[in-house]
């Protein structure tokens, strides 16, 4: 009888290089559909930090400086619409819906928000728009919206702020 010992069948040798093909597929696969979840995350997690921190400026604060609203330009360092915390001033908020239409891009890099787009709403209890602004997103983006209870001249309203790319 012949010693047969390293010798390699030609069945076997495409068998493991059909297995091996196969695993190294799957896994380059998986490894950028992986990618592009982890991807789309942070893109979310960025796009809610900046809302998050934009409503939190305008609710929160008076801006900087504290009387911007009166300022002949938008020469500020924040915007904020609080006369205190979660009480909208109407002049602060009228100053800046009226700005919308000449500097939505200047109010975007004020808040923050750079390369993503905006728009703000507040409404009341029942769901009237009482004061809007900003770019309103298509039917196809994916946008972020904080919602906020706010007070305008003794009256509880949603604050609305979407963020989207």
């Keep these: 009888m012949k010693n047969c010992k390293g010798q390699i069948f030609t069945t076997d040798f495409v068998f493991a290089v059909v297995v091996l093909l196969f695993i190294l597929v799957i896994s380059t696969t998986s490894f950028g559909l992986i990618q592009n979840a982890l991807n789309e995350e942070e893109f979310y997690f960025e796009m809610q930090e900046k809302a998050f921190n934009a409503s939190q400026a305008l609710v929160s604060t008076q801006g900087d400086p504290n009387s911007w609203e009166l300022l002949s330009d938008l020469n500020v360092n924040s915007l904020g619409l609080a006369k205190e915390r979660n009480v909208i001033d109407e002049g602060k908020l009228q100053r800046l819906v009226d700005l919308n239409s000449t500097n939505y891009q200047e109010i975007k890099e004020i808040l923050g928000l750079g390369k993503y787009e905006f728009y703000f709403r507040l409404t009341s209890m029942q769901g009237q728009t009482v004061k809007e602004f900003g770019t309103f997103p298509g039917t196809e983006e994916k946008v972020i ?16 702020l979407g963020v989207f790319k």
């Design 145 to 160: 919206v904080i919602e906020r209870y706010v007070l305008l001249n003794g009256e509880e309203r949603k604050f609305l």
